[in-house]
């Protein structure tokens, strides 16, 4: 199964030889679920697009710096290709801003939250376990790295985890069992050492100083990245099967 990377965002250059590109950790995350898994990395922004959702057995959307009401020139061609990959039944996956803009492309909203800034380690209610998802814990744990927030989820989407500081941190959409597409805001892709050294990079420039910090101390707390991988490979997996069928 080939999965295509939408990326959305750039690695700093300095974190690149340490760390990868983003599309380098969605590789090392997913591959150690699935082993038959193949990528493909499209360089969304750069004005980049696939040229057919079927160019790929399943989409992944990445994180960024950008929000989804920034003017940059592939954001609503990006949303257009997301509502024709889910008409066309190929599977989506978003993270981050990959949340956002999927909420956005089927109906809801996201903006800048006025809870400020999420940064390091955050614990996560599970409220429902689809099939593909059974073995969530009940607090479940990732980095997070966002101002911004989905807060209106579109009508046929299902909250999965929430927090106090993000309420609608995980979403399916469509029947939960059978998704057409998959949503989380923190960032199952991130390692600590990434994370640790993304807030020291952008400590009070880009993030708030405290904000950061609190961030940076926290790190080192186990993360559940194994278990959402194992969950994208189920869901990818229980796809290919019912098309199959």
């Known amino acids: 199964m080939r999965v295509g990377i939408l990326e959305t965002g750039r690695v700093a250059e300095e974190l690149v030889d340490r760390h990868g590109t983003y599309p380098d950790m969605f ?138 500081f993000c309420p609608h941190a995980m979403l399916a959409y469509g029947d939960p069992e059978a998704p057409d597409a998959i949503s989380i805001q923190p960032h199952p892709e991130f390692e600590p050492d990434y994370a640790r050294d993304l807030l020291v990079a952008r400590r009070g420039v880009a993030v708030p100083a405290p904000a950061a910090q609190a961030g940076i101390d926290a790190i080192g707390a186990p993360v559940d990245n194994a278990a959402f991988a194992r969950w994208v490979a189920a869901y990818l997996r229980a796809r290919a099967a019912r098309q199959a069928a």
Request: proline letters at 9%; charged letters at 20%; a negative charge.
């Open 27 to 164: 590789v090392r995350l997913l591959a150690g679920a699935d082993p038959g898994l193949e990528f493909e990395a499209v360089k969304v922004l750069e004005g980049a697009l696939p040229g057919s959702p079927q160019a790929a057995d399943a989409w992944l959307v990445t994180g960024s710096k950008h929000g989804v009401y920034d003017p940059m020139p592939w954001i609503e061609p990006l949303k257009a290709f997301l509502r024709e990959a889910r008409g066309a039944g190929v599977p989506l996956i978003g993270i981050c801003f990959g949340h956002q803009i999927m909420a956005e492309a089927f109906g809801g909203r996201a903006e800048k939250s006025d809870r400020g800034w999420g940064c390091g380690p955050h614990v996560y209610t599970t409220l429902q376990r689809p099939g593909w998802m059974a073995d969530a814990p009940g607090p479940m744990r990732f980095h997070a790295m966002h101002q911004d927030q989905v807060t209106a989820i579109p009508g046929d989407a299902t909250r999965l985890a929430e927090s106090d």
